[in-house]
């Protein structure tokens, strides 16, 4: 069973960065699609990006050309490198990870299925 682990969140002000890493354990390679989601307080869950073994990277409309989202195939870590953040970006943010054939990058960040595994989650809290 797959493990996810996040770590880099933390409080910062609007226009600084922060990088977000997520460690895969208990899988050899990366699960055929990795990404991340958040949730602010009272909001539902959303997408923020998705990442496939194809290579294909999609991004939620809000932090295109802010979030940058990357896989480093030789330690199984997935990164999120967050710029310019502002305070709509404030949420608990979530890694997850999915094996399944049908998955992709496109698909992970618009839904995830039962079949989809979830880190603990990791606060982001940006000030103004």
């Known amino acids: 069973q797959v493990q996810l682990v996040e770590s880099g969140g933390g409080s910062v002000q609007a226009g600084e960065s922060l990088r977000l890493t997520c460690s895969v354990s208990?899988?050899?390679?990366?699960?055929?699609?990795m990404g991340w989601y958040r949730q602010a307080s009272g909001k539902e869950r959303e997408g923020v990006t998705a990442?496939?073994?194809?290579?294909?990277?999609r991004y939620a409309e809000s932090v295109k050309g802010r979030f940058i989202v990357s896989h480093d195939d030789a330690k199984n870590i997935l990164s999120l490198q967050m710029n310019s953040l502002k305070p709509e970006d404030t949420a608990m943010y979530y890694c997850?990870?999915?094996?399944?054939?049908?998955?992709?990058?496109?698909?992970?960040?618009?839904?995830?299925?039962?079949?989809?595994?979830w880190g603990q989650g990791t606060q982001v809290t940006v000030s103004s």
């Open positions: 997850v990870a999915e094996d399944t054939f049908t998955c992709s990058a496109g698909r992970l960040l618009t839904s995830h299925r039962p079949s989809t595994y």
């Open positions: 990442i496939d073994v194809d290579g294909d990277t």
């Open positions: 208990r899988f050899r390679y990366m699960p055929r699609c």
